[in-house]
């Protein structure tokens, strides 16, 4: 499975950015899709989290300003973010849990490569 994320950038504190991620390679379905993002010194921490049924979750900082989707036709997972802060500044990152095998049933998690959202004051 690999993941590519797009959509990182430069923006002022109040803007906006959308992330991307698209999953490609071999697999039966998506299950989950999820944003984390790590910024120098922490530790990698969830931002949101999409279900195959379209239930979210989201982290207590992003609450009412991130929102995540996805389009299961095309295999990829958005993060919309608005009203950004400094402390938004974080690399993000994609994370899919994907169903591989049937017979037996068997998932795969992947990570992709990261896009690096930058805010300053």
């Given at each position: ?13 109040g803007g906006s950015l959308k992330l991307s991620c698209a999953a490609s390679g ?5 299950n989950y899709m999820a944003w984390y993002r790590q910024a120098p010194g922490n ?79």
């Amino acid at each position: 499975v690999q993941l590519q994320a797009s959509g990182g950038g430069l923006v002022q504190a109040g803007g906006s950015l959308k992330l991307s991620c698209a999953a490609s390679g071999s697999f039966f379905s998506i299950n989950y899709m999820a944003w984390y993002r790590q910024a120098p010194g922490n530790q990698r921490e969830l931002v949101a989290r999409i279900s195959g049924g379209g239930d979210t979750f989201y982290a207590d900082p992003v609450k009412g300003r991130f929102t995540i989707s996805r389009d299961n036709d095309k295999n990829m997972v958005y993060l919309q973010m608005i009203t950004l802060n400094p402390a938004d500044t974080a690399y993000y990152y994609c994370n899919v849990g994907v169903v591989v095998s049937l017979i037996p049933y068997s998932e795969r998690y992947a990570w992709g490569t990261g896009t690096q959202v930058t805010v300053s004051s």
